[in-house]
């Protein structure tokens, strides 16, 4: 595959793997899964146990388990064959697709905080 295909491919793969990470880890619809893992991750005993309910509530640490099941899928590889080029691509993918989420976490803070003056606004017009 050419390398502007492939480039095409990560910036494109990374949407997926950034919308499910951040589904999973911060959206309303996934919140009491998120709550409970969230709480095995603080309490539970073993390391492994407390590891591996944490990977659930942090959408970096489940963006690497997002990027893998979509290499699996799409058989995608960065720059060279083989296993190296899924290391490649591994770590590619999912430094996209982070800065897509934080280019999404930064932009919804900045609506929120537009909604929040306009509310306030509002109430000092109505006073």
Known sequence: MEIALQLFWLFTLAIPIASIAW?????EVFREPREYCARRSREDKKLFERKFFYLFTCEYCFSHYVT???????DYKLL???????LIAGFALVWVANVYMSLFAF?????????????????????
């Open 107 to 127: 932009i919804r803070q900045d609506i929120k905080k537009e909604q929040t003056e306009i509310k306030r606004m509002e109430k000092d017009i109505e006073k």
């Open 23 to 27: 589904t999973v880890t911060h959206e």
């Open 68 to 74: 893998i099941f979509f290499l699996i899928l799409t």
């Open 80 to 86: 060279m064959d083989g296993w190296r080029g899924y």
